[in-house]
């Protein structure tokens, strides 16, 4: 295991779902960087092994599902000190699937959105709320999007569950007022990761024209704003970041003329 590193975060613990790639892995490193014990979780456990190797702090690896209960209870239940008390929580975990119109969308994807945004960001947060609450500090950071308020043609589902990812973290925090646990939702706009090869199924030419000829966020940029939230002083709570390249705004009402 490495030795812990100095810094704003040092003796915290810090989870990160959906962690072995794109903002999950960005934010790995840099809570690692900030001093924090990492626990690293996700479903390619080969990835999360590279991942841990090459932080530079201490680290611990669990390979589960957000989408399944049980996985997420079991494999929660079994974390050890100086893993078990988890001061700060990513939601990082999520995906987008299609960009059909709704009348022709699949339902097993709108389930999959379903499945992984909403009801995992669920079962790992009560998972490890309780505790926080007992300890009377910790942070439930969510990773949510600017679709949760602006709608796009074919966002249907997944703005949807990004929608519930924002009202959810605004009940959490009304729910731990008087306590010392803090939530943050942010909600980035364009970010280059495997999110767009996700959500056309492994189409690298349709996912790399989404970013084409302009400049988008990435991860970095977004584990960035994850440290910053966390490393606020304590009586500090960051409510809601909502952040968008220089590239990106916002468009006019859509009308259909006939």
Known sequence: MNAPVQGPLSGQTALVTGASSGIGAACAELLSAAGARLVLTGRRESLLEELAARLPG??????????????????????APPFAEVDLLVNNAGLGLGLDPAHQGSLDDWERM?????????????????GMVARNR??????????ATYPYPGGNVYGATK???HQFSQNLKADLLGTR???????????ETEFSVVR???DAAR???????????????IADIV???????AHVNINLVEVMPADQAFGSFAVKRR
């Open 58 to 79: 201490p680290s611990h690896v669990l390979r589960f599902d957000v989408s399944q209960r049980r996985e997420v209870e079991d494999a929660l239940a079994r974390l």
């Open 114 to 130: 379903v499945d992984t945004n909403c009801k995992g960001l669920l079962y790992v947060t009560r998972a490890l709320l309780p």
């Open 138 to 147: 910790g942070h439930v950071v969510n990773i949510g999007s600017v679709a």
């Open 163 to 165: 929608a519930f990812v």
């Open 181 to 191: 646990v803090r939530v943050t939702n942010i909600e980035p706009g364009m970010v």
């Open 200 to 202: 056309f199924k492994g």
């Open 207 to 221: 996912a790399n024209a989404t970013y084409a000829g302009m400049e988008p966020l990435t991860a970095r940029d």
């Open 227 to 233: 440290v910053w939230t966390a490393s606020r002083p």
